[in-house]
């Protein structure tokens, strides 16, 4: 069972950059895809990104692509997520997510990853 643990939130001012780490402990990380999910106080918790186990191949919400970029460290057992031209609506809590399973795809949905970090604040001030 691998253990999350999100780190490098913080507060940016719109416009800024911040990069998210989450480290992975307790599994072969190289064996898991990996996933960001963000929840913003009084709604859903949504997908974000999320990449393959090699970290060839990545997926990516609507509302971040072209401005967050998700990558992998297998030797550092560590998931990066790389947020440029932040928005005050990127206010949420991040997640980092992992699951061994293999999909048709990247998974992208919150029932597709059985393991769960604690989540890191991100607040974008306008």
């Known amino acids: 069972q691998v253990q999350l643990v999100e780190s490098g939130g913080g507060l940016v001012q719109a416009g800024g950059s911040l990069r998210l780490s989450c480290a992975a402990s307790?599994?072969?990380?190289?064996?898991?895809?990996m996933g960001w999910f963000r929840q913003a106080p009084g709604k859903s918790r949504e997908f974000v990104a999320s990449?393959?186990?090699?970290?060839?191949?990545?997926y990516y919400a609507d509302s971040v692509k072209g401005r967050f970029t998700i990558s992998r460290d297998n030797a550092k057992n560590t998931v990066y997520l790389q947020m440029l031209s932040l928005k005050p609506e990127d206010t949420a809590v991040y997640f980092c997510?992992?699951?061994?399973?293999?999909?048709?795809?990247?998974?992208?949905?919150?029932?597709?990853?059985?393991?769960w970090g604690q989540g890191t604040q991100l607040t974008v001030s306008s």
């Open positions: 997510a992992a699951d061994p399973r293999a999909y048709y795809g990247l998974p992208y949905r919150a029932f597709e990853f059985s393991y």
């Open positions: 990449i393959a186990r090699s970290g060839l191949t990545t």
């Open positions: 307790g599994g072969t990380f190289s064996t898991y895809y």
